[in-house]
């Protein structure tokens, strides 16, 4: 019996192979397209609670921020109405003479100098400036027509007056703070303070922090990046360029809107945004994405913003991501290989050890990052009580200087007593001792003589505490004073030095009388001759000039003196309370400062001049009591 050979044929080679095929065809890429799925929803995920993380640590250094920006604003808001505490500047407004107007430009420019502001200028309701802190510069504000600025329409209406713009005669932006000066109910005029908050930027750049404030216009006024400054954080109307125009509020500046290439909103007051890199800071990225976080300022229109770069959390959400798609391709591996063990065993074993290596660095990698994670928690903790602990030390700060300007107080007047009493107590000594040996020789003449000096001395300690009283009240009595018995009572009061000494005077001054207290001027000359006598300590043949002479409504006397002379840092910090050339304890660096503020007090002044050859010359300028005397010269 014959088989039929197509019984015992095997089934065609493509229908067995067609299934193998399917599989290590299709089987790969779906399990490819499985583990980037994976992967990619890692780093989405990993990004959003990095995101909310960053949002939360950027919030609490926005709210420092802030509140540092609002405390450089706020400091400034009193000055302005201080003006209306200052008499002079009323009568300037009430009835305008050149000579107010140079009493109020010297007040506003002591001013100005004391507050470390940009300059400070009165308008009238006019808004034509009257008297302004830079009126020596020559791009003074004195005699412009300031009414077009918003802050002065504000303040001629009775509230307060803030603005951020470019001034139009120097071009230098800053922020202008105006209060009207009221008087019987009614506005006479407007004070107006200009600050500088250039500060805050050079504060950020020195952080590495990126920020910037935009105005009630969108405008950008302070920027840690200064190609973002003065450009428009959201489109502006027609209207609103026509009247920053008119106002020339930004001056001519373009005003160019900074347009990001991606904006994407994440919460209330946060989103992302994405800017073109840098070239010459960031040469890696074409493109730098931000957290922005935004938060409006207290007592502006103003917004803070706060831009924290993205590169460091994606490229960590992406290491992330990358070791979630490395945990799945392990599993799909295991998956695979234990498919395959039934095949070979040798495989299955090979398999086993790399799945137990791979767990084991997996464990090891997890592990490292729990650390890290529990570290960074711990250096967040850190910041934060050190924060607060800075916060604290701030206001212990701000406690010790408040009591520190009182120690100052007291211990300028209680120096000030000491250095002008010992004198005439060190005189009272020594004449009361004479006046009894002359009595007991029985000199009486002589004696009598004494007793009239010792009469004139206690009367004099007697000016001296009550022009001191006077002077703490801080009085509008100026007095008068001639200027050659002051200069012989000084004499009198350091004769001893003076004999001791050699010294070599000259007189070159005229006898005039001057617009100030005589027992404030007696301590002003004793204070320079005094300086004077120290400064030439070392030098054998001392020599001392008193040269006066007229300039237009004043009368200036040069005190010099050949001594060693004052380098250009010694003469910057000259007047500051506490600063002595001195060595050791031999003074107490009030003498000078005492004496500019009397001179200031009763209108004048006292500056340091570095002459021809050795020395320094003091000159000491105060205003005149009647005309100014015919045919005499202004001093050389």
Not at 552 to 559: A, H, I, K, N
């Amino acid at each position: 019996m014959k088989c039929d050979p197509t019984l015992s044929r095997a089934a065609p080679p493509s229908l067995a192979v067609k299934p193998r095929l399917i599989r290590h065809l299709f089987l790969p890429p779906l399990l490819l397209i499985l583990v980037i799925a994976l992967g990619f929803g890692a780093y989405r995920i990993s990004e959003h609670y990095g995101i909310r993380d960053l949002s939360e640590s950027g919030a609490r250094q926005l709210e420092l921020h802030a509140r540092t920006v609002e405390s450089e604003i706020s400091k400034y808001t009193y000055l302005p109405s201080i003006l209306e505490l200052e008499d002079s500047v009323g009568q300037l407004l009430n009835s305008p003479n050149p000579e107010l107007q140079q009493q109020v430009n010297r007040y506003l420019e002591g001013l100005n100098r004391r507050s470390l502001s940009r300059v400070i200028y009165v308008l009238d309701t006019t808004g034509r400036v009257m008297a302004t802190s830079n009126w020596r510069d020559a791009d003074s504000y004195q005699g412009e027509d300031l009414s077009f600025r918003a802050y002065f329409q504000d303040a001629v209406r009775g509230t307060p007056g803030r603005f951020y713009g470019i001034g139009t005669t120097t071009g230098e932006s800053g922020y202008y703070l105006a209060h009207g000066l009221e008087e019987k109910g009614r506005i006479i005029g407007v004070a107006v303070v200009k600050v500088r908050l250039d500060t805050l930027e050079a504060r950020w750049q020195r952080a590495r922090l990126e920020a910037f404030v935009s105005d009630e216009n969108g405008i950008i006024i302070l920027s840690s990046d200064p190609a973002r400054r003065l450009k428009s954080v959201r489109p502006l109307t027609p209207t609103i360029k026509e009247r920053l125009a008119r106002s020339l509020q930004y001056y001519w500046w373009p005003l160019n809107e900074l347009v990001p290439l991606e904006r994407q909103s994440l919460t209330e007051g946060a989103e992302e945004l994405t800017f073109p890199a840098n070239a010459s800071v960031d040469q890696e990225h074409t493109q730098v994405s931000y957290l922005a976080q935004t938060r409006p300022l207290n007592d502006t229109p103003w917004h803070l913003t706060l831009l924290t770069p993205l590169e460091d959390l994606r490229r960590e959400a992406a290491n992330q991501g990358m070791l979630v798609a490395v945990v799945c391709a392990l599993v799909t591996f295991l998956l695979i290989a234990w498919n395959e063990r039934r095949k070979v065993i040798s495989t299955r074993l090979a398999a086993r050890e790399a799945l137990q290596a791979a767990n084991d660095e997996l464990e090891r990698k997890i592990a490292e990052r729990t650390e890290h994670l529990r570290a960074s928690n711990e250096r967040l903790k850190a910041q934060i009580r050190e924060r607060r602990q800075a916060e604290e030390t701030l206001r212990k700060a701000q406690d010790e200087l408040v009591q520190a300007g009182k120690l100052a107080a007291i211990g300028q007047m209680s120096t000030s007593i000491a250095h002008e009493l010992n004198q005439p107590l060190a005189a009272l000594r020594t004449l009361s001792g004479n006046t009894v040996r002359f009595i007991e020789r029985g000199s009486l003449d002589i004696a009598t003589t004494n007793l009239r000096t010792i009469n004139d001395l206690v009367d004099r300690m007697g000016r001296i505490t009550a022009s001191l009283r006077a002077f703490a009240r801080r009085g509008d009595d100026r007095g008068q004073a001639q200027l050659g018995k002051a200069v012989e009572a000084a004499l009198q009061l350091l004769a001893g030095r003076v004999e001791s000494s050699a010294l070599t005077l000259h007189h070159e001054y005229t006898d005039t009388l001057l617009g100030i207290d005589q027992t404030r001027l007696e301590q002003i000359l004793v204070n320079l001759i005094g300086n004077a006598l120290d400064a030439m300590q070392a030098q054998p043949l001392p020599e001392l000039w008193l040269v006066g002479g007229y300039s237009e409504d004043r009368y200036q006397l040069r005190v010099r003196d050949n001594g060693h002379g004052l380098d250009d840092q010694a003469r910057k910090h000259l007047f500051e309370p506490f600063f002595t050339t001195k060595p050791g304890e031999q003074g107490l660096g009030l003498g000078l400062t005492l004496s500019a503020s009397l001179a200031a007090a009763a209108g004048g002044s006292l500056s340091a001049e570095q002459p021809e050859g050795t020395g320094t010359v003091f000159v000491l300028s105060l205003p005149l009591v009647g005309a100014h005397p015919p045919g005499t010269d202004t001093p050389a």
